[in-house]
């Protein structure tokens, strides 16, 4: 009753049953792919609610102690308050190291999950146009979840989290001209710095954090907004979304994966040990550890700076030191690439219209190879950071490594991402449907050029492909459920075929395709030439010249009748 009559004075006062009602009937798709998103977002929860028992103990300075607790090698030592209290969150408090485990693992399934999520809107073409925007506040969030991850990881200002803070400073101070004063806003001084764990602590607990809600917030307002994306199957449109409602067979599937998330980062954290600081020791600015290696999302960086040679160069009489181009360069290039590939492809392919049916990621062999192409590269990065846990396990001289390692570095991404181009075409241009049925007829179909359309094969749903031909006119060809019809109209450009074919088939999805090889088609109109267009004008005077001529004979033949 009193539930009852709280919700009527809500409803009464902010019309909360048609809001209700409208969230409750959002149709969200079924494909087991659009599960990473939520996977971070839970990943995320975990992190606030392990994060939030953490605070409660954990003490964000390097003021000198005397730890006396249950650890007993490190009893009655003198070490930082932030690393006595990190031993004592482990051995001392109460589930501190559940909590410390789990937030830790959880960190890891965070990024991991927004990078797998990345990966499907990138090789499925769902950051195109409408979902630009959310494309760029999903790169955001990777950009501060690496930010996030990594103060956290150095806060416990024990040895290994020390090292890499001294990295990441030395890296800082490579920026020409800014790269001091970035430095000392960001570590409170020279390092290491009475003021750098606090400066942490701030960024790790309330700013990124509080950013990082904010942009989430704005990715859902969005998603509800645009409405979700979806692959391509019977009765799925540009217009629509198929798949099941948020009330109940959402609501319940998303709860049981949100339960599945938290038991798997709890297992872990209390079955599985990782970041064990005690072993490690305290920080000491005249130690390192080794074999260090950082969490895998930044490890990459890390392999760069191992492999990238020392070489310095001078610019405007400043000095860019060797740490500058594996680090913020490469750093740099990355996000920015990333930040700006919605609108590279729409430069690159010309396709300005909306789309809410997904790609298959056959369907653009190019997007395929770049993103093989990264993968791998960022791959090597990330052996090439265990160089030294390599050397110690085979007994190969890490320098060995190392110059194996540069080499792959620039042979082998080239290689996979012509591979993955050539499979791309071959399951386009063939009659294969996975990678496992490609045949030699396949291969070679592939390599020589795409005989049919993407979707031919297995793709229910109505589409329409846009091609240029060699002699750059354009034309578009219907596919639908057992049909299959041709314009017969050649266009100059690809504005006019596009018009054409969505005045022929409205709310059809429209794609462009490569031009086929071995259509013959008919010769396109083209406008005259300056040749032509002067000799029409002097037939056009000299017909009007004989017209007159003849006006004038008519009325004398007619005088000399009379």
Known sequence: MITRRLYRALDARLGTTSAGRTALAKVFPDHWTFMFGEVAVYAFLALLLTGTYLTL?????????????????????????????????SFDVRAG??????????????????????????????????????????????????????????????????????????TVLSVPVVGSWIAMLAFGG?????????RLYISHVLIVPAVFLALISLHLVMIIRQKHS??????????????????????????SLLTGVLAAVFALGGLVQINPVWIYGPFHPAQATSPAQPDWYVAWGDGALRLFPPIEVHVAGHLIPAPFFPAVGLGTVTFLLLYAWPWLERWRTGDKASHQILERPRDRPGRVAAGAYALTFFAVLL???????IARLSGI????????????????????????????????????????????????????????????????????????????????????????????EVFLDREGALDAARTAYPGVPVEQDEPPEGVVLPPPRREPGPATKVAAALVWVAMAVLGRRADRRQPSRSEASK
Request: glycine share 8%.
């Open 57 to 89: 103990f954990f003490e964000p300075s390097t003021a000198e102690t005397v730890y006396d607790g249950a650890y007993q090698p490190l009893d009655g030592s003198t070490v930082s308050s932030a690393f006595a209290s990190t031993v004592a969150l």
């Open 97 to 170: 190291l559940l909590m410390r485990q789990a937030h830790h693992w959880a960190a890891l399934l965070f990024v991991a999950a927004i990078v797998v999520h990345l990966l499907r809107v990138f090789f499925t073409g769902a950051f195109r146009r409408p979902r630009e925007l959310n494309w760029v506040v999903g790169v955001t969030m990777l950009a501060l979840a690496l930010l996030n991850g990594f103060t956290g990881y150095s806060m416990p200002d024990d040895l290994l989290s020390g090292t890499g803070l001294r990295i990441i400073y030395s």
């Open 190 to 198: 020279e390092f290491p710095s009475d003021e750098t764990t606090p």
């Open 230 to 255: 979806q692959f391509p199957g019977p009765g799925r449109r540009e217009h629509n979304v198929v798949g099941s409602r948020l009330w109940p067979a959402y609501a319940v599937r998303s709860l």
């Open 383 to 389: 052996v090439a950071a265990a160089d030294d846990i």
């Open 397 to 488: 001289p890490v320098l060995g490594i190392l110059r194996t390692l540069q080499i792959l570095l620039l042979v082998l991404p080239f290689a996979v991402a012509a591979v993955a181009f050539l499979v791309a075409r071959s399951l386009r241009a063939g009659t294969a449907t996975t990678v496992g049925e490609l045949t030699r007829a396949d291969l070679h179909a592939g390599m020589t050029g795409p005989a049919a359309s993407p979707g031919d094969t297995d793709h229910p749903a109505e589409r329409i492909r846009l091609w240029r031909n060699p002699d750059d006119t354009w034309r578009w060809r219907w596919h639908g459920p057992g049909a299959d019809l041709a314009s017969n």
